[in-house]
């Protein structure tokens, strides 16, 4: 298949500089982010949102890890 696309000016240099330090043909290097940009999950999928990450918690309540040590280890898998 062959697609033809218009790329702004700034982006086709960033491209063939791109290769060029890459030493690696235009094709393959828009091949490859392709590819990467199609098999990699989507960045909501793949990050907590932020009103989790900011979450400190409640000073009323003691950390988590404070009850750390009252965890069970990991059980071990028997192979054989």
Not at 23 to 51: D, F, G, H, K
Request: hydrophobic residues 40%; glycine residues 2%.
């Amino acid at each position: 298949m062959q697609i033809t696309i218009d790329l702004p000016p700034d982006l086709e240099q960033d491209l063939l500089r791109q290769a060029e330090q890459s030493n690696v043909p235009l094709q393959t290097l828009i091949l490859q982010a392709l590819r990467q940009m199609i098999q990699a999950p989507s960045v909501s999928t793949s990050q907590w949102p932020e009103v989790i990450l900011s979450y400190e918690g409640s000073p009323d309540f003691p950390a988590f890890e404070s009850y750390r040590d009252e965890l069970l280890p990991p059980r071990e898998l028997e192979l054989f």
